[in-house]
């Protein structure tokens, strides 16, 4: 075993030198391996006479001996133990006394290429060409002859190739190729002809390359890095995948797999992708830097459809390089999954290796906002300002805080709103526009406070624009646009699309909108789903919601049996009313306003809000028993009520025939 590889080591690491040297550089690796013997080795022939030439002749000689083979020994044995120095004078000593050695001219080259002295390595090379094979020692065949001025061509190429002269490289190239065809030669060809972008030349000589010899890994990627190129004409990602999946007959090859991962991606078989992408990530032969674009790119293949594994593939990259931008992602990651503990835990290890990180420390801040831990938010919002003064998302998420003090909300509107300003926000990166998302969201909440509901609506629309795949604002636009009969389909739109992404709420919601324009089956399909879905939701607002409107829509198909039960369920809940008429009790208590002066034509007090007993009307809606008289008195009040606008007396007016019906 140690034989072959010391053979297959040397027949891949020395193509560049002659057949002769090739054979003492294995006898001299066989030499220096411990517990091995001559007599174990069924040596033959030349192999057998220059082990035992070596052993003879391993003793350093004087750069006065004569002996030409025991200083070509010499000059190789230190050539190969490092001493360059003295190898270059031995192997001068040898030109000396045969300047028709070629062997010894391409090793000396050899060195003068290690050292930088290219010219002094071309002169040599060229002198060996003028050599015949008259001139050589008897001990060389024509075949040994032909081989080493081929090396001698093929060592010129490279020369000339290191110094960007293509034409006089391809030249030595074919010309070493055509002395002596060999798989190594045929594949330097074709590289030069796959630089130049002449792909049929080069999958040519690549093929020969592989004719010679079937296990030449490098030409079979090589070819479906070609059939591979979108670019080329001729592209065949099929052909290509062959090519890669032929590479992988000869052995395990980390980046051949890496190759089919990206390809099975890119045609979107996840399986596959995966199947490949995790031999790059689980190999002993994997570069470090191959193995963490495996892991990056398994983790980002899996956000979408499976969190835990990726997690698994983005903490293990973690091993390789503490990525800013990967413990970005992780956060999210733990965050999707609700799960802001270690979504904080992760930045907050992230900030170790770069604590003046100023984004991670903002997803710290905001972290914590979410978690309504908002001393820890305001820490981490002072610690990023005080690194990065102007940025947005700490700006954002103070103005956010500020808010959350009733006397502080016109303070915040103003900060939240400046930052939003920026010129720069259609530049920032994804993160940052997360931001913007949140603080709109936020600023939407601060004018529904303030009643101002056009900017509320505003605000929440712009949110949506950042985020399309928030639940909370998507559900929450949704219902908004429900109400108005210009916006009604773009609701239900936007409503479908939070369902999609799983929301139960928004089935619920669905169902309600439906149901309004008589889509009574559509309606029912949507319910059900919310019925589904909420079924074990510790929110009961959300609950009383859905057995509310489950009863009512019951109720309008004639169910009554099931409209009561889901009535009762809505009732044992909590003690609630529907958000209109909740509006339109506290409207009633609300102060009236000054009597105007008794000068002014005043109209008639209506007897059916002057003569209405208003202790009853509580009772009466919890228990579903409004008679005429209630819904009349509800129609007054709303037409008399001074601080309502003409749109919300319109809405209102929607709602009560909705409950007189």
């Not at 071309?122 to 050589?136: D, P």
């Not at 190999?283 to 193995?291: G, H």
């Not at 007090?605 to 008195?633: G, H, V």
Request: net charge negative.
């Amino acid at each position: 075993n140690m034989l072959t590889r010391i053979l297959s080591n040397g027949k891949r690491c020395s193509q560049r030198l002659p057949k002769y040297t090739r054979l003492i550089n294995t006898t001299i690796a066989i030499h220096n391996c411990p517990n091995m013997h001559i007599i174990d080795i069924p040596f033959q022939g030349l192999y057998q006479n220059q082990y035992r030439w070596y052993c003879k002749k391993s003793s350093q000689l004087s750069l006065e001996s004569e002996d030409v083979s025991a200083l070509f020994s010499q000059a190789l044995s230190l050539q190969e133990s490092g001493n360059e120095t003295l190898s270059a004078k031995y192997y001068l000593r040898v030109i000396n006394l045969d300047p028709c050695l070629i062997e010894a001219k391409i090793n000396l080259s050899n060195l003068f290429v290690q050292h930088g002295d290219h010219d002094s390595a071309e002169v040599l090379l060229k002198e060996a060409l003028g050599i015949s094979f008259a001139q050589v020692s008897d001990d060389f065949s024509e075949i040994e002859y032909n081989q080493n001025i081929s090396i001698v061509y093929k060592n010129l190429a490279i020369l000339k190739s290191d110094k960007k002269d293509t034409e006089k490289a391809l030249d030595y190239f074919k010309k070493s190729y055509k002395i002596f065809p060999e798989e190594e030669t045929s594949e330097f060809i074709g590289d030069i002809y796959y630089d130049t972008k002449d792909y049929e030349i080069a999958i040519g000589y690549y093929l020969k390359s592989i004719k010679i010899n079937p296990s030449s890994t490098s030409c079979y990627i090589k070819i479906g890095d070609i059939l591979a190129n979108k670019e080329w004409k001729q592209y065949d990602i099929e052909a290509a995948i062959k090519y890669y999946k032929d590479a992988l007959l000869v052995g395990d090859i980390p980046d051949v797999n890496f190759r089919l991962g990206n390809i099975y991606y890119e045609k979107e078989d996840m399986d596959l992708s995966t199947k490949y992408m995790d031999k790059v990530a689980n190999s002993e032969l994997s570069e470090p830097k191959l193995k963490y674009a495996s892991l990056l790119h398994l983790g980002n293949s899996h956000s979408t459809k499976n969190i835990d594994k990726a997690l698994d593939y983005f903490t293990r990259s973690l091993n390789f390089e503490h990525d800013a931008e990967t413990y970005d992602v992780l956060s999210d990651l733990y965050a999707r999954k609700n799960d802001i503990d270690s979504a904080i835990k992760i930045l907050t290890e992230a900030i170790q290796y770069n604590p003046t990180h100023v984004k991670h420390i903002s997803g710290i801040a905001r972290f914590y906002f979410r978690k309504e831990n908002f001393d820890a938010c305001q820490s981490f919002v002072s610690m990023g300002l005080e690194i990065k003064r102007d940025d947005i998302p700490l700006r954002l998420l103070q103005g956010q805080l500020l808010s959350l003090k009733p006397e502080s909300i016109g303070e915040a509107i103003y900060m939240i709103d400046m930052a939003l300003s920026s010129d720069e926000k259609d530049l920032k990166p994804p993160y940052v526009v997360s931001f913007f998302s949140d603080a709109l969201y936020h600023l939407s909440q601060c004018y529904y406070y303030e009643q101002k509901y056009d900017k509320y609506i505003y605000c929440l629309r712009e949110s949506y624009t950042f985020n399309r795949e928030n639940i909370t604002i998507m559900n929450e636009l949704g219902q908004v646009l429900l109400n108005e009969d210009e916006t009604f389909d773009e609701g239900l739109t936007i409503l479908k699309n939070s369902s999609i992404v799983g929301s139960a709420e928004a089935n619920l919601y669905l169902g309600i909108g439906l149901s309004m324009t008589g889509k009574r089956d559509q309606a029912q399909v949507y319910y059900q789903k919310a019925e589904v879905g909420l079924a074990e939701s510790d929110d009961a607002s959300v609950l009383y919601n859905l057995y509310y409107n489950l009863g009512y829509f019951y109720n309008d198909g004639g169910n009554k049996k099931k409209a009561k039960e889901y009535l009762l369920k809505a009732k044992n809940i909590k003690e609630k009313y529907p958000e209109v008429i909740e509006h339109l009790i506290k409207y009633e208590a609300q102060p009236k306003e000054p009597k105007p002066d008794p000068t002014e034509n005043e109209p008639k007090a209506d007897p059916a809000i002057e003569n209405y007993d208003t202790t009853m009307i509580e009772e009466k809606i919890n228990n579903m028993e409004l008679n005429a008289e209630d819904l009349e008195f509800l129609k007054k009040s709303i037409e008399k009520d001074s601080t309502l606008s003409q749109d919300d007396k319109e809405q209102m007016y929607k709602e009560i025939q909705k409950w007189a019906k």
